[in-house]
């Protein structure tokens, strides 16, 4: 008898317990004295590299907040955790994996993909369902017209990545006792929102200066080949080249720049670190500008890493390369979360939400604060040269540690 009753009686605990369980995903995934965090991401497809880099900059943030004793809210410290899903780099997908998350996972705290088109296409199901998503790698401006309430950036919304690079030709040309509105503009850049929202920024500015746009090529997203754009830049001899195709228009301009022989005296992309340029070419990648979102050389300094230097030299020390800010923005929107958690003192997802909406923070990546749409407008896109194999900050001007090196010098002069 006694037997009968004990098995009931663990019946309607393990009942109980289970109903308890469930019942925890309406405020946060918490499971004991951890915080589980969802994310799908590009493990496989066209953005793992990337991706690869995203992961990195999440566990970093992880390995360091745990390590610290974990976020306290409430009074009690909680470690972290996140449960990652492959995305495959596909939008499709990655929504059906975000609704998964939310529904089946019980994720309450969203970390963002990687790339403007992933993170497009899991805002609307995270703001469905009212869950807070930070991310770091979702630039595209159109991210923050649609009125979401429950999605915010840590980084620079695209149409200001290589604005820069027009403002410092424009610089270079009145120093040299030139108009800049003389100048020649050469645009190769990828149909994806990302890179064409980096479009828009470019034209803007050039209208601006009175700049005028010789060659303005869409890329088609599956990227193998630059040649014909590169046979135009090459006869009609701009004097600014922008790309923007992601790590693997960084690679094809590098190299098919020097196989064509043409010479430009300013080009400027995206995606140099990630795409590995300058291990991967040497000194074919010296004299281009970079834009990032964050550079070690930068004074940002925080409670958990550090300064900037110190959060690369750890990175490197961890990974074994040196970060790109595809991996140190990741970390930042970790660092984002734990802060607006604790000062929430709650798991109840509003009061999360209402916390990271009144963020003024300084990180190791640079400062944060976000508008009403969820914008970080504390912080300032950089443009980086290569010299010599290195990365040295040449703009904003007023920003620089190394003056920019001008006109690239020409092929047969190398």
Known sequence: MLKKVTKATSWMVGAVALALVAAVPSSAKVVGDTIIFGVALSETG??????????????????????????????????????????????????????????????????GPYSSGLT??????????????????????????????????????????????????????KKNGKNPNSLKVALAIENDPFSQDIRAGVLEDAKRWGMRVVVDDKLPPEL????????????????????????????????????????????????????????????????????????????YTDQWFGSASDYAKTFEKKYGYVPPYQAAESTAAVLVYADALERAGSFDTDKVRDAIGATILKTFYGNVQFDKTGKNIAKPMVLRQIQKGEYKVVAPTKWATSELIWPRPKWSER
């Not at 929504?95 to 996972?105: C, F, G, N, P, Y």
């Not at 199901?125 to 429950?150: D, H, L, Q, W």
């Not at 080249?241 to 080009?267: E, N, Y």
């Open 224 to 299: 193998n080949d630059m040649s014909a754009t590169l046979t135009k830049v090459k006869a009609l001899k701009p004097d600014v080249l922008i790309v923007s195709g992601h790590s693997k228009g960084a690679t094809l301009v590098i190299r098919q720049l020097s196989d064509l022989k043409v010479d430009v005296p300013i080009l400027a992309i995206t995606h140099c670190e990630a795409a590995q340029v300058t291990k991967n070419f040497g000194p074919l990648a010296d004299y281009t500008l970079c834009a990032a979102q964050w550079a070690p050389a930068l004074t």
């Open 120 to 173: 497009k296409a899991i805002a609307p199901v995270t703001e469905k369902y009212k869950v807070p998503m930070i991310e770091g790698n979702g630039a595209s401006r159109s991210i923050f017209n649609k009125g979401y309430k429950y999605v915010f950036a840590v980084l620079s919304t695209s149409d200001f990545y290589l604005r820069e690079a027009i403002n410092l030709a424009a610089e270079v040309a």
């Open 46 to 111: 066209k953005y793992s590299t990337n991706g690869k880099h995203t992961r990195n900059g999440y566990e970093l943030a992880k390995e360091r907040i745990n390590g610290r004793g974990g976020v306290k809210v409430a009074g009690k410290l909680y470690k972290i955790d996140i449960k990652y899903y492959d995305d495959e780099s596909t939008p499709a997908r990655g929504a059906q994996l975000a609704e998964r998350l939310i529904k089946q996972d019980g994720i309450k705290f969203m970390l």
